[in-house]
């Protein structure tokens, strides 16, 4: 096969040796991933959630540990949001953590415990989408249906030379060849092959082409143009600057819940908010602790600066040190815990990221008191 086949109009002789060169090229070049070592529903299920928005080394360790603290369905079943939260803590999107937790109590009371091999019953369920029910189909039933995501729009974009796979006419093309590719046999391995192609040969910049097995099914390739296409554009952040306070009493730190409701619900913050557009961070500091806590600052020092970036905007997080006048005694959705308590709240990744800054800082002060003791003594 010298020339080019147009895969969007593919016959069958050359769909097998397309699907024959890519489970070869598979076979030997796929990364030695956790979840590609079991055929367990449920595990599979967990790492397909986790990789949503999420790359492949970031969710390993959360992939592991999660199996560690939720072995199976059961286990997941019985646990607390809480919990649930804590333990997605980092991964974002946390409707994901929440529609496991809902999915997990279906699986147990409806179908003792298992997940079912039934695409339509699978739509049905929190957090199953298209992508989610067709992965599961595949990877843990073996049945021949397909999945598209990141990495496989933008290998058929190149495959099919399509600029722009968002618009409708570039999916309904990709849905009818995927259709026509998915194999009865190894399905599983031949959507995890795309994908895993895209991850490391079709890659957004600077494609490998020379080492991709199915270039002479792709139209990019043959136009020269692999490296534009699929049309890119920067994305633009909506930006917005956040004051946090960071009270202390003693060794406890304040902290408070987010309101329900948003990507955010039910996690733990530092009080604060957003800085409106005639507002220093430090007049914003001071208006947020008065509207939530109804105290005025009486002193602030600038700790530091967490930039974070989310689906459609980044968030700069500024985090004062502040000494309010008295607290009022009641503190509804608010609570005083230690570092070490706060360890096991569920928070932003921004936020955790003060928490970090605030463990090296008590350390450092640790260490400089054992310094003079030693000294003095």
Known sequence: MKERVDISQIRRKDAAVFRKRLLHWYARNKRDLPWRKTKDSYRIWISEVMLQQTTVKAAVPYYEKWLKIFPDIKALSRATEKKVLKTWQGLGFYQRARSLLLASKIFSEKFNGQIPDNYDRLLRLPGFGAYTAGALMSMAFQKPYPVVEANIKRVFSRLLCKEEPKSPDFKESLKNVLKRLVPKRRPGDFNQAIMELGALVCRKRHP???????????????????????????????????????????????????????PLAGLWEFPGGKRLDNETLEECLEREILEELGVRVKKKRFLMQVVHYYTRFKIRLSAFQVVPEKMPDKLFGRRWVTLRQMRSYPFPSGSSRIVDYLEKEENALKGNHRGHREKTG
């Open 208 to 262: 490998g082409c020379l080492m991709c097995p199915v270039k002479c099914f792709c139209l990019a390739y043959e136009r020269g143009v692999q490296e534009v296409v699929p049309f890119s554009q920067k994305k633009n952040y909506e930006t917005f600057s956040v004051a946090a306070g960071i009270i202390r009493q003693g060794k406890r730190y304040l902290i408070q819940k987010r309101p329900d409701g948003g």
